[in-house]
């Protein structure tokens, strides 16, 4: 029993390493030339452009429901005018881009596991080689980077839309104008607020590229092992990023204590 436990943990560690060295590679290529702009741009389209719907969504619905369980809480101490101040600080430090990150990895990461995925188990990455393309910069640093550029301004849509969201509940049920509303929202936000929470989105970015990336490039078992590609990139790319939320939010307490 031990043992088999054992040999699990040791290849979690394995699979843990291959992904963080998988990252590095991708992270240390994409400041070397040539620089594949073109494709970058692509893919900034296809993962933030084609993502706005869905995080313009979420981030309205997650906006009107905070509002709406704000104001259940606050009403009890007579605090309904914090409550646009207390839904902006909780958006833009912590649900936005986690939410963000969640939801991106369930759309993209998918979506990058199983066409990398595929075009291995089809022999295209071999063929891109062949032809003397870098096919490790052209289609996994590519996707990277894009996913690193992407998320930050997915995750300002969010905020954006949440408090969006916040307002129209406020409005329909106390009928506060737009300009109270978004002056007392932004009223205790400062700058710092701003700066952890991007640096944290980028970082879930590069872990929802570099995971799904990984993934795609070492499929096997033909089509199955696609589907198995698609499912495992979502699962894990969400797993890392909670964990990671952890670690990240004692980091940001450590280095600006005035926000704990």
């Not at 290849?11 to 030339?33: C, E, H, T």
């Not at 719907?53 to 009403?75: D, F, K, N, W």
């Not at 986690?98 to 369930?106: D, E, F, H, K, R």
Request: a neutral charge; glycine letters at 10%; one cysteine or more.
């Amino acid at each position: 029993m031990l043992e088999r436990v054992g040999a699990a943990l040791i290849a979690v560690l394995a699979w843990i390493g291959d992904v963080s060295l998988f990252g590095v590679r991708a992270l240390r290529d994409a400041v070397r030339r040539p620089y594949e702009f073109s494709e970058i741009a692509r893919h900034v389209f296809e993962i933030g452009w084609r993502s706005v719907p869905l995080i313009a969504t979420s981030g309205l619905a997650i906006g009107v429901v905070l509002s709406m369980h704000t104001r259940a809480s606050l009403e009890r101490f007579g605090a309904e005018a914090m409550i646009p101040a207390g839904l902006a600080i909780a958006l833009i430090r912590e649900t936005g881009p986690l939410v963000t990150a969640l939801l991106v990895a369930g759309r993209v990461g998918a979506g990058i596991g199983a066409e990398l995925g595929a075009m291995k188990v089809t022999e295209q990455i071999d063929a891109l080689e062949a032809v003397a393309v870098d096919s490790f910069k052209y289609l996994a640093v590519t996707r990277i980077v894009a996913c690193i550029l992407a998320m930050p301004l997915l995750t300002t849509i969010t905020n954006f839309c949440g408090i969006l969201g916040g307002w129209i509940a406020e409005f329909t049920i106390s009928g506060m104008t737009w300009k109270l509303y978004f002056n007392r929202a932004f009223s205790l936000i400062e700058f710092q607020d701003f700066v952890p929470a991007t640096i944290k989105t980028a970082v879930f970015g590069l872990i929802i590229g570099t995971v799904a990336s990984y993934l795609g490039f070492t499929t096997t078992q033909g089509t199955e092992g696609v589907g198995r590609t698609s499912t495992r990139s979502v699962v894990l790319s969400s797993i890392l990023i909670i964990v990671t939320n952890v670690v990240l939010v004692k980091l940001i307490f450590f280095i600006y204590p005035e926000r704990a």
